[in-house]
């Protein structure tokens, strides 16, 4: 079907981002496995093409460009098998989104120039081991010592947590308050008290979704993001942009998926004749057809209401429960239709079959979405 609301510039950026992965991620994906996932000159390469940053504004270098670009590289990372694999990955750029949205313009000339070329990836810790869908209830604290904050805590399944050079560490700077006492903070990765590794994971198995420690962080108040006490608005800000960009991961990967299972069904014969040859093949196609096609129309009517600032928060919020749900049940019925062979760790419908399980948990989980949609009944 054609698309609604993506203009040329943005169809040329999908050109770019597919090439882009189809050259640098595709076949680096065994050395991946054996490194332990993507490498800095991914990250490099990405600036170089002009991927990353895509919302930066003209006066600090970037494009200026709208949120439609994260979504359509979003889109064409989960197109690719090697994502179900590496994770999330570029993906981590939405962070970008909180500098040039909340930040100042000092830190936006510190680290925007990094993060257009690649240098700098990004990671907004937020959840912790004994924190994640209750946000406001989280233990980290960033006390104010001075001229410093000093940051104590633990942040858990932190994508990009492991690699990422600049953190958004959320903390509290009035612990005595929940959602009012929140707070943003710029830690770079390599300040003294930050601890990182990386959670094995069952799905995305060379991706990075790190626990980081922080003891005695010091850092200065100038890295302070907006201002205290602004954290819960920050990271609201910037919900409905997470739940479009997962939603075309979503669709991108269901969109694959069918594509390989197309290619598998045409060529495997059982009793004599093709799996695409039973009518029931047929059916199961025919229904993961049109989930993908209904996905695309949601998510385009979304971005489209999104651009003139008209998506609501419920809106998001069924876009994401939609879309994730929408993926794990089209990975389900190709892994079906693959039958043993979808099975095998190594096969990549198997390999996307376990990444599309995280979708619906991170971010916030179907659960929460249902919850944001019913308080808008
Ligand atoms: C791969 C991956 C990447 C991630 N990346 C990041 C990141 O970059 N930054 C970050 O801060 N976090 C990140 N997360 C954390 C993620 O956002 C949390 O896992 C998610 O919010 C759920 O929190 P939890 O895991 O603590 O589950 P819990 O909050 O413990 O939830 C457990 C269960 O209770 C249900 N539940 C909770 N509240 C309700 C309710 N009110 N009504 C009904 N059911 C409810 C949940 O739906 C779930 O089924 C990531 C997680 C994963 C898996």
């Not at 939603?247 to 269901?254: D, E, N, Y």
Request: charged content about 25%; overall charge negative; proline content about 2%.
């Amino acid at each position: 079907m054609t698309r609604i609301g993506y203009l040329e510039e943005h169809e040329q950026y999908r050109r770019t981002a597919r090439a882009f992965f189809d050259r640098e991620h595709e076949p680096n994906l065994l050395r991946y496995e054996k490194e332990g996932g993507i490498d800095a000159a991914l990250w490099r390469k990405a600036g170089e093409a002009g991927l990353l940053g895509s919302c930066v504004p003209e006066e600090y270098g970037g494009a200026g460009g709208d949120f439609t670009y994260n979504v359509i590289l979003a889109e064409e990372l989960g197109r690719t098998v090697g994502s179900a694999t590496t994770g999330s990955s570029l993906m981590a750029d939405i962070a970008t989104h909180i500098l040039v949205g909340f930040g100042n313009d000092a830190q936006k000339r510190r680290y925007l120039p990094g993060i257009l070329s690649g240098e700098i990836s990004q990671a907004m810790p937020l959840t912790e081991p004994d924190v994640g869908s209750d946000a406001t209830a989280i233990k980290t604290t960033a006390m104010r010592d001075g001229d410093d904050y000093v940051i104590n805590g633990e942040k858990f399944f932190i994508s990009n947590g492991k690699s990422a050079n600049v953190l958004y560490v959320v903390a509290k700077t009035d612990p005595t308050q929940r959602g009012r006492g929140m707070s943003v903070i710029i830690v770079d990765a390599d300040t003294p008290g930050v601890e990182r590794r990386k959670i094995k994971m069952m799905g995305w198995g060379c991706g990075d979704t790190g626990a980081l420690s922080f003891k005695d962080v010091r850092v200065p108040v100038s890295n302070l993001i907006g201002a205290e006490g602004q954290g819960m608005q920050i990271l609201m800000g910037t919900f409905l942009e997470d739940r479009l960009q997962i939603a075309g991961r979503c669709l991108g990967a269901a969109s694959a998926a069918l594509e390989l299972t197309l290619a598998y069904v045409r060529e495997r014969k059982v009793s004599g004749q093709r799996v695409i040859d039973f009518q029931n093949s047929q059916f199961a196609l025919a229904e993961i057809k049109t989930d993908i096609a209904v996905a695309e129309a949601l998510l385009d009517t979304c971005m489209v209401k999104f651009r003139a600032k008209a998506l609501s928060f419920d809106e998001g919020a069924m876009l994401k429960l939609w879309t994730t749900e929408m993926e794990g049940r089209v990975l389900d019925k190709c892994v079906q239709l693959f039958g043993g062979a979808g099975l095998m760790d190594e096969a990549p419908i198997s390999r996307m079959y376990t990444a599309a399980r995280i979708q619906r948990v991170y971010a916030g989980t179907s659960e929460l979405q249902k919850v944001a949609i019913a308080k808008g009944l």
